[in-house]
């Protein structure tokens, strides 16, 4: 139980170009899903926390227009890249916050496979 | 003070041996505690939770908490090949948030 899914999970664009990355839950509803964004050698940076039906909180310094956040169901969150430039080329990982299963907690965070944004 | 620091690594055992993971964190109300395993190239892998203090032991792997000391660590036992990879200590916060460390590289050699 508790598989996340990403798609596409390679993606290269050209400069200008919007990319859309979804994040499905695939065996529970996830009312919260976080987004991450990681370049190389580097941890994980936290930039969004997305709920179900609601608006999405980003953190300092992540710009809301250029990365729009939608959690339309219990099970998929969509990330869109707006206008997207080289320096947006990282690893982008979802997370989506797991089922109360016996062995974890309702806080434990199950990690999608990541999406590899190239922008050109 | 970062919130979440591990010791930096890399690390690099024999193959059979022990590998040591630290981790601090500085907020004292956490409850949870988690280690994940992460590939180059790939994205974090759930393997070990702690929330009481002690010990936890899950095959190979044991996750010791000490929340007075504000410390949780992980011994892999019998370092295989395949344990080569980063590990990320992430302490529960608000709103559902984890905090990461930077991760510890670990190699095992064979």
């Known amino acids: 139980g508790a598989v996340v899914s990403q798609h596409p999970s390679r993606v290269i664009c050209k400069s200008g170009t919007s990319v859309k990355i979804e994040c499905r839950s695939l065996d529970f509803q996830a009312t919260t899903m976080f987004w991450y964004r990681q370049f190389p050698k580097q941890s994980l940076m936290l930039m969004a926390t997305s709920n179900e039906g609601s608006k999405a909180t980003y953190e300092q310094g992540v710009e809301k227009d250029k990365f729009l956040i939608n959690h339309a169901s219990l099970t998929l969150s969509t990330l869109t890249v707006t206008s997207a430039h080289p320096e947006d080329s990282s690893f982008y990982i979802c997370?989506?916050?797991?089922?109360?299963?016996?062995?974890?907690?309702?806080?434990?965070?199950?990690f999608g496979p990541g999406t590899r944004l190239t922008v050109l | 003070q970062k919130e979440v620091e591990q010791n930096s690594g890399p690390l690099s055992v024999p193959e059979g041996a022990i590998a040591s993971l630290n981790c601090t964190y500085s907020?004292?109300?956490?409850?949870?505690f988690f280690w994940y395993r992460q590939y180059s190239g790939k994205s974090p892998e759930l393997i070990m939770s702690?929330?009481?203090?002690g010990d936890k032991e899950d095959g190979r792997f044991t996750a010791q908490l000490n929340k007075a000391s504000q410390y949780v660590s992980l011994l892999i036992r019998d370092s295989q090949p395949s344990d080569s990879a980063t590990y990320l200590c992430a302490v529960n916060g608000l709103e559902y948030k984890l905090s990461f460390g930077a991760g510890t590289t670990v190699t095992v050699r064979a």
């Open positions: 907020d004292r109300v956490s409850q949870s």
């Open positions: 702690i929330y009481s203090n």
């Open positions: 997370s989506a916050r797991g089922p109360p299963l016996a062995e974890y907690s309702t806080d434990t965070q199950y």
